[in-house]
C-alpha cells in the first residue's frame, strides 16, 4: 500500500484488506513500514512493547522476518511490527550499499509461510518505502477522492518506473489505484471518481472504499473493521477488495510471462504511454468540470 500522501487510506486498507485475505483463507503476514506503527496499534499492539521489530531486520542481516512476526486476533493473520526508531533507518541506511533491497532479502525467508505479504508504507517516498516497491509483485495506490490526488500520484508513477528501470530483476507487475474516502451522494465525490476512471481506466479497482465512521473507529479498538463492525459498509468493501484481489493475483506457480492478465492488471508501462495526463485526456474528450463549491459536502 503505497501513495507519499499522508492520510489517504493505506494503514486502513492495509490492515483491513490483510484481515479480509486472511478470513477468506489466506496465509498473510502483515508488514508495518511505517514508523508511525499506525498498523501495528491498529492490530491491538503496543509497538514499544515488541523488543525486535522490522527495524532489525532492515539493518541487521543476523535477524530475520520470522523472528519478528508475531499472532494478531485475526486467524492466520501474523504482523512484523514496527516502532518509532525505523525513523532512524532512513539516515541508517543512507551510505549503505544496497539500501534498497534489504527488504526483498527479509522476505525470501517467509516466502513459504505465508501465502501473501501486504506492506504498509510510509507517506514519503523514502528508502522504506523505496525497499517496499522493489520487494513488491503488486502495488496499490489509495486514492483519496479528491481534486489533488493527481500531482502526486503522478509523482508516484514516475517513481515506480525509475525503480522498473533501475532494479532487475525487479518483480513489480502490477499497479492499482484503490478509491477511499468516496461519496456516491456528492456530485464531487461522482466527479472526481468518473474522470479518475476515464484517465486511469483499467488501473483503477472496480471496488471503492466509501467513506466510513466504522473504519475511522476501529483502530481505537485495536482490530480491523471486519471483527469490529462486521456487518458494516467498510467490512464490505474492504471484504469486495479483496475479492477483487485474489481475482487479479496470479498464483506464484504460474511462470511470469504466462500470467494471465485479468482485472486490474496491466504492464506499468502502458501507463506512461500519455493515457494519463489530464490535459491531453481533457484535450481529447471534455470532462464536466468539478464546482469547487462541492467541496464542503466532502
Ligand atoms: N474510508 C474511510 N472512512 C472514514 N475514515 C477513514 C477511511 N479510511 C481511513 N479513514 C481514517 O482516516 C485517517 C487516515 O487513514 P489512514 O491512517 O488509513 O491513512 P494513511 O494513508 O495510512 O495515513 P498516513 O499517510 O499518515 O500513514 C484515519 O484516521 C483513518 O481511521
Ligand atoms: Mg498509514
Redesign the pocket.
Known sequence: ?V?Q??????????VNTSAALAEMGKRVLLIDL?P?A?ATIGLGHDPNFFPRTVYDVLTNAHTRLSDVAVRTGIGRLDLAPCNVLLAGAELELASTQGKELLLARGLRDVREAYDLCVI?C??ALGVLTLNALVSSTDIIV?VQVHYYALEGLRRLLETVAIIRQRFHPCSMDNIGLLL???EERTTFSRQVQQQLREIFGDLVFDTV?????R??E??SAGEPVLTYASQSK?AA?YRALAAEILQTVPSTTEPAEERIRRGIQKQLSAIFQGVWIPKRQRRQKPVEPIRPQSIEST
Open positions: 500500500m501513495n500522501k499522508g492520510g489517504c487510506g493505506k494503514t486502513t486498507t492495509a511505517d508511525q499506525h504498509d510510509p507517506p489509495p477511499t474516502f468516496v472504499i466509501h467513506r466510513n465512521v473504519l475511522a476501529a483502530p467498510g468493501d
